[in-house]
């Protein structure tokens, strides 16, 4: 039961955040704009390309959401309040986890599928030629969030102020991200299956550890 | 002896049977989870009315000793103050009381649930309010009591008449639909008072609940948790605001450096803070005749205070009222005018005071 509620919670309280306003309408502004503002490059869809920025953008956007939520919580004591009840502490970082993952992939999915929209439309194709990319997309997309989101939670927890959080969580961030690419650079073939099984496996690597260290932590 | 347990793991109640000062294996019939058992010894045992046992506690962070063997025990019904100056170790001390800080040496027990191990078990009737209340910024003051509430087990068709009556009783009400971000320190102080009420604990574990509230509010909280302590709550708060305690502890604890210096009753207190009786006279006109009170038999000195005013030392083993009734008598034949005749008792401040500094000395 208290898994549900938390969970609950944790959605209603980023959905009201104001980074919020930027992630529901900011997104789909920055893919119309890409469209307008960007050539065809190597005859690939303008939406693929919205597609890679968005996600790393949302990435970015919920590593930091997360780091910062958690170092916010933990220096306000908000902790404490939960601690002391009958609860297991590791609803509280899943939670928080999930929500921001749920919240910044719908974004994200908003924004790229106007960009397939966009490119259906001028290109008069029919969405069927786009499938097999748009799958791809997805799986990229949501592998990203995440692998970032995980990352979040990870340094919230570590982290001791919210400024090193966020350093941490641009500069550290980005190369983490780019774990699931890992067998590509080495020639290896990777196809976007492989990438979000990668991606799945840090993902649950990192909130393990992150959880280990949120168990063994005093208040 | 006979000690009845319940397995952390299934839940499963057992009844164990041992010696007085025997430490027992214990392996739970259902589950096969198994723990330790301590019979404690007639010296210092802990009655079947204690609810919270601490015994040596100590906590290092590092170099820092925060708390320093530290042991006492508190009866069911109890209103138990835990007073000291800042960085003493109340707030380390409550911490390890509810689980949020382990212990680095000692034991602790809240209704016979060992903590830290056993704290899931505990957090069922501890109704905890910290020092610094964080309550998420974007929740309104319902939203925030419907959560713990629900969080602490209270029953959803419960729960909303519970909100309302907690409100009401620390005058909340009008600030029930308000986001949390645009109320004054002193509600959300009172706010967090709230939280720890909701589920009607049985310990109520209070780190500086009077802080920041202003009279009236300081008021309404006293005589809440006098209430509760009427009703069978056993309450432990900690405050260095020394009148507060004095108005509402029946037994008080004096910490200082992270050790326990002092634990008693404010009467006890007040008979070993004191080795002799005074007593304050005030003449409503200057008179030199008041000299004669000294011949009186178990007046020890008298200091004068001014022309008017002057206080009287008596044996401690003397009958008080005999001696008031013959310094009256001594005065009046004396043609001397009595305007007051007080029996002087210290205040919590300077019994504080004095331990402190007899700490400090001993330290």
């Known amino acids: ?219 | 002896m006979e000690k009845t347990i319940r397995c952390p793991n299934c839940k499963k109640i057992t009844t164990v049977f041992g010696n007085p000062g025997e430490t027992k294996k214990v392996t739970c019939l259902d589950c096969g989870n198994s723990g330790k058992i301590i019979f404690e010894d007639s010296h210092g045992s802990i009655s079947k009315d204690t609810l919270i046992s601490v015994k040596n506690i100590s906590k290092k962070y590092k170099d820092i000793l925060a708390v320093n063997n530290v042991s006492f025990n508190i009866k069911k019904g109890e209103i138990f103050g835990y007073i000291g100056p800042n960085g003493a170790g109340k707030t380390t001390t409550i911490k390890i009381m509810v689980g949020l800080l382990k212990q680095t040496s000692g034991e602790l027990s809240i209704n016979g649930y060992q903590m830290p191990e056993e704290k899931e078990m505990a957090h069922r009737f501890i109704g905890y309010m910290p020092q610094q209340i964080g309550f998420q910024q974007w929740r309104t003051a319902n939203h925030a009591l419907t959560t713990f509430g629900k969080l602490s087990g209270v029953k959803s068709n419960n729960l909303k008449g519970r909100i309302d009556e907690i409100l009401n009783l620390l005058n909340l009400i009008q600030y029930k639909n308000k986001k949390i971000s645009k109320l004054s320190g002193g509600t959300i102080q009172k706010l967090g008072i709230a939280q720890a009420l909701l589920h009607n604990p049985s310990l109520l574990i209070l780190d500086e609940p009077l802080n920041g509230l202003d009279p009236d509010s300081r008021y309404q909280v006293k005589k809440i948790l006098k209430e509760l302590s009427n009703n069978g709550t056993t309450v432990f708060f900690s405050s260095h605001i020394l009148s507060d305690v004095q108005d509402v502890a029946t037994k008080i604890c004096i910490i200082d450096w992270g050790r326990m210096i002092k634990t008693g009753t404010l009467d006890e207190m007040k008979s070993e803070f004191f080795k002799e009786n005074q007593i304050e006279i005030i003449l409503s006109k200057k008179s030199d005749k008041y000299d004669e009170v000294s011949k009186i038999s178990g007046v020890k000195k008298i200091i004068e205070k001014s022309s008017e005013k002057f206080l009287v030392n008596i044996e401690k083993k003397a009958d008080s009222d005999e001696i008031i009734n013959e310094i009256i008598k001594t005065l009046l034949n004396n043609k001397c005018r009595i305007r007051s005749i007080t029996p002087v008792s210290p205040t919590l401040d300077e019994i504080y005071q004095y331990y402190l500094r007899k700490g400090g000395i001993n330290q």
């Open chain 1, 1 to 219: 039961m208290s898994f549900s509620l938390i969970f609950a919670d944790e959605l209603k309280g980023f959905y009201k955040s104001k980074v919020m306003i930027f992630l529901w309408i900011g997104l789909p502004a920055l893919a119309i704009l890409i469209h307008l503002t960007t050539e065809t490059y190597e005859g690939l869809p303008i939406s693929y390309i919205t597609a890679l920025i968005v996600s790393n953008l949302g990435g970015l956007i919920s590593a930091i959401m997360l780091t910062v939520n958690i170092i916010h919580e933990k220096d306000r004591r908000v902790y404490d309040l939960f601690l002391i009840r009958p609860i297991k502490r590791w609803h509280l970082l899943v939670s928080k986890f999930l929500s921001v993952y749920i919240i910044v992939s719908i974004a994200c999915f908003i924004a790229v599928s106007l960009g397939i929209m966009i490119d259906v439309f001028e290109s008069q194709l029919l969405l069927d030629v786009f499938m097999d990319q748009v799958v791809d997309l997805v799986i990229i997309t949501l592998s990203t969030i995440a692998i970032s989101s995980a990352f979040g939670v990870l340094i919230g927890v570590i982290s001791p102020s919210i400024v090193a959080g966020v350093i941490i969580g641009i500069f550290v961030g980005q190369y983490v991200i780019m774990i699931p690419s890992i067998p590509g650079i080495f020639g290896i073939d990777t196809s976007a299956y492989l990438v979000g099984l990668i991606g799945i496996i840090v993902t649950v690597i990192m909130l393990v550890l992150a959880i280990l260290l949120f168990n063994r932590k005093q208040f």
